[in-house]
């Protein structure tokens, strides 16, 4: 089973505030939507407070060490089950969807980032780890300018772990 992340951050690897995201950026959000259908997407018990409901369509993992049931997900009190339960279900991919806490648990569990480079600095309290160019190399990347319904540039950026 492939082992990707999925994180949006803005130019200093910001990525949310007040258990919120950012901004509202709806071309990411369809990005996400695209990569992460059909897969299992694993997160922390806070994002998903933030997002407030299971996403349809995938599998929808949450670690927890204070909650033991979330109607529409599976919960796990530690990483490595809920990877396993996910490849016990056969799915060819698994997305770690942050947050911060679970992005720096995952990333030696992974092997590619779908980083999305918001070209803005927000101010934040949760961050995104630094990519370190020995570590990770850039195989991808397309630049999207800001327009009436996305008020920043971003740039879709795909790392592999070499
Ligand atoms: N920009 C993006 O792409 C993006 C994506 C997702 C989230 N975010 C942002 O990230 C922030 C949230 O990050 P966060 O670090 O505060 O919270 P988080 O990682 O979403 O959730 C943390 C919680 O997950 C549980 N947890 C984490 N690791 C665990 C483990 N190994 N075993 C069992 N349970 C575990 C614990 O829940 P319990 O306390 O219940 O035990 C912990 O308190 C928010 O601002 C959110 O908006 C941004």
């Known amino acids: 089973m492939e082992i990707a992340i999925v994180v949006a951050a803005d130019e200093k690897n910001g990525i949310g505030i007040n258990n919120q995201l950012l901004c509202h950026l709806p071309n990411d959000l369809k990005y996400f939507k695209q990569l992460t259908t059909g897969y299992a997407i694993l997160m922390g018990r ?90 990770w190399k850039l195989q991808a990347t397309e630049t999207i300018g800001a327009d009436e319904k996305n008020a920043y540039a971003h740039s879709f950026e795909v790392y592999q772990k070499m």
Do not use: W
């Open 46 to 135: 806070k994002t998903y407070d933030s997002i407030g409901r299971p996403l349809p369509n995938r599998l929808n993992l949450v670690l927890s060490k204070s909650q033991n049931e979330i109607a529409g997900c599976e919960t796990f009190s530690e990483m490595e089950a809920a990877i396993n339960f996910a490849k016990e279900k056969g799915l060819e991919k698994l997305y770690i969807i942050g947050g911060d806490s679970v992005y720096k648990q995952g990333l030696a569990l992974c092997d590619k980032v779908y980083l999305t480079r918001i070209h803005h600095r927000f101010l934040a309290d949760a961050f995104f780890v630094a990519l370190l160019p020995n570590d």
